[in-house]
T-cell receptor
Framework: DAGVTQSPTHLIKTRGQQVTLRCSPK?????VSWYQQALGQGPQFIFQ???????QRGNFPDRFSGHQFPNYSSELNVNALLLGDSALYLC????????????FGPGTRLLVL | AQSVTQPDIHITVSEGASLELRCNYS??????LFWYVQSPGQGLQLLLK??????LVQGIKGFEAEFKRSQSSFNLRKPSVHWSDAAEYFC??????????FGSGTRLSIRP
């Protein structure tokens, strides 16, 4: 049973560029949440997708957007990258019927130069 | 406001010694509580969770946590730590089908 997978593992971009990160949820899960973890801090909630719609959003600007596909996989897009966007981006999946527990992927390390 | 406080930024314990990591939360409704562990450069692994029922919950790797509603606490314990337990530990609070709010983490080092 595959867990949550994310790609790519590492990414280097320059300021002003755009980036797309991808996530495949754990088998049987239909809900995907994205978190940003800056160095030395706890993860911060970006948004959550269910039934291909954004269900909940944290305190992040509109430069951060997402998408969920019919197979429940998800993308996180960040436009106009800033140096401060450098972080580990974590994807978590859960099952809507139970919904309590989120299982995390290994993350994508983004470095903005 | 919803928040999680982990008052200890860094803790060092000797291998074989007992461990307690502190966590306090502020949450409007009855919370779901979690402890996650993160090794360097890795994602988060769920150690244990509390939703309801018995306030002492058992997790993986020999960890346990106790929910104390009166103190708004959910401290993590292990009777005897191993060198492989060195990692970052995050306490978190959430609700069903909702975002999880994390503490800032406690880094655990193990003294040989």
């Amino acid at each position: 049973d595959a867990g949550v997978t994310q790609s790519p593992t590492h990414l280097i971009k320059t300021r002003g560029q755009q980036v797309t990160l991808r996530c495949s949820p754990k088998s049987g899960h239909d809900t995907v949440s994205w978190y940003q973890q800056a160095l030395g801090q706890g993860p911060q909630f970006i948004f959550q997708y269910y039934e291909e719609e954004e269900r909940q959003r944290g305190n992040f600007p509109d430069r951060f957007s997402g998408h969920q596909f019919p197979n429940y996989s998800s993308e996180l897009n960040v436009n106009a990258l800033l140096l401060g966007d450098s972080a580990l981006y974590l994807c978590a999946s859960s099952f809507s019927r139970t919904g309590e527990t989120q299982y995390f992927g290994p993350g994508t390390r983004l470095l903005v130069l | 406001a919803q928040s999680v406080t982990q008052p200890d930024i860094h803790i060092t314990v000797s291998e074989g010694a007992s461990l307690e990591l502190r966590c306090n939360y502020s949450y409007g409704a009855t919370p779901y509580l979690f402890w996650y562990v993160q090794s360097p450069g890795q994602g988060l692994q769920l150690l244990l969770k509390y939703f309801s029922g018995d306030t002492l919950v058992q997790g993986i790797k020999g960890f346990e946590a106790e929910f104390k509603r009166s103190q708004s606490s959910f401290n993590l314990r292990k009777p005897s730590v191993h060198w492989s337990d060195a990692a970052e530990y995050f306490c978190a609070v959430g609700a069903r089908a909702s975002k999880i709010i994390f503490g800032s983490g406690t880094r655990l080092s193990i003294r040989p």
